[in-house]
């Protein structure tokens, strides 16, 4: 029975961990168990104001991590049904894909560049700041109204939350890397940028070029048809799961991201590189 035990709680942790995988959680996770060292340091060396500080500030410091992370938690919960419901959400993951992929064909067609960011693990609340919410239902013809130049909500990305148009016109982080071509304009490096820090799948429509591309864990990779772009999302999602290294992704010849080939040694392994042409801002 004692195994049993062990075995259970082991689970539970790991469920737990892989609930808070990508989000912002895990930071405060590290905090906790810092406190939790601490704590048990002052008991062995017999500290005890520490001791009484950390006795009275527990359950208040239980009760921020709730409301703080409500939305996280809700969001972990809501994950763990994924096993029962897997195929239904896989489908509804492969419709609002070919949705997508439909509208930023459409707009490279047009010559309109566009920015769609796919919120996964980690929250995006951050970007709501400034930008316009929407919550509408996600539509092909919606993106790409969206993101036509006599629209007032047309610059910036549009934020994707549970399958629906949540923000439009948010503004994201761009990359700090040096390493990349200096043609890439102010929309690739804001897609490389926002990977860099979460685990968002954006959609990025060069206007000038009219190639659409895929940022993902701060990496450019072009599609040339809607159905490439279906693809090379299940690839890379695929690819991230089964990596417990998530900087250990390595892309086999085939693909062809829009970056620069970093230094042996580093997260990403490029193994072919476009050298695009000169955009201005795209």
Not at 99 to 104: D, G, T
Request: glycine fraction near 8%; proline fraction near 3%; include cysteine.
């Amino acid at each position: 029975m004692d195994a049993l035990d062990v075995l259970v709680v082991a689970y539970l942790f790991y469920r737990v961990l892989l609930i808070i995988k990508g989000t912002r959680a895990i930071q405060v996770l590290v905090g906790l168990v810092a406190l939790i060292g601490l704590y048990i340091l002052s008991t062995i060396l017999a500290l005890q104001t520490v001791s009484w500080l950390l006795d009275e500030f527990s359950l208040y410091l239980v009760l921020s991590v709730i409301i703080l992370f409500q939305e996280d938690i809700r969001r972990g919960l809501a994950r763990v049904g994924d096993p029962l419901f897997g195929r239904s959400i896989d489908g509804e993951r492969t419709g609002l894909y070919q949705q997508i992929a439909r509208a930023c064909f459409r707009l490279a067609d047009q010559g309109k560049g566009a920015l769609i960011v796919i919120e996964r693990s980690a929250d995006l609340d951050t970007l709501s700041v400034d930008a316009t919410h929407v919550d509408a239902q996600l539509s092909e013809e919606l993106l790409v109204a969206i993101f036509q130049p006599t629209s007032p909500i047309h610059d910036g990305a549009v934020v994707v939350r549970a399958g629906r148009v949540w923000l439009a016109g948010a503004f994201l982080p761009l990359t700090r890397r040096m390493d990349i071509d200096r043609s890439l304009g102010t929309r690739h490096r804001a897609a490389m940028g926002q990977t860099e820090e979460t685990d968002s799948l954006i959609f990025c429509v060069s206007e000038e070029r009219r190639r659409v591309s895929i940022a993902f864990r701060g990496d450019l990779h072009v599609v040339d048809t809607p159905d490439e772009l279906r693809l090379e999302v299940q690839r890379l999602l695929q690819l991230d799961e089964e990596q417990e290294d998530r900087g250990a992704i390595t892309l086999s010849g085939s693909q062809r991201p829009v970056a620069a080939s970093r230094a042996p040694g580093t997260a990403t392994t490029i193994t072919k590189t476009i050298v695009p042409p000169k955009d201005g801002g795209a």
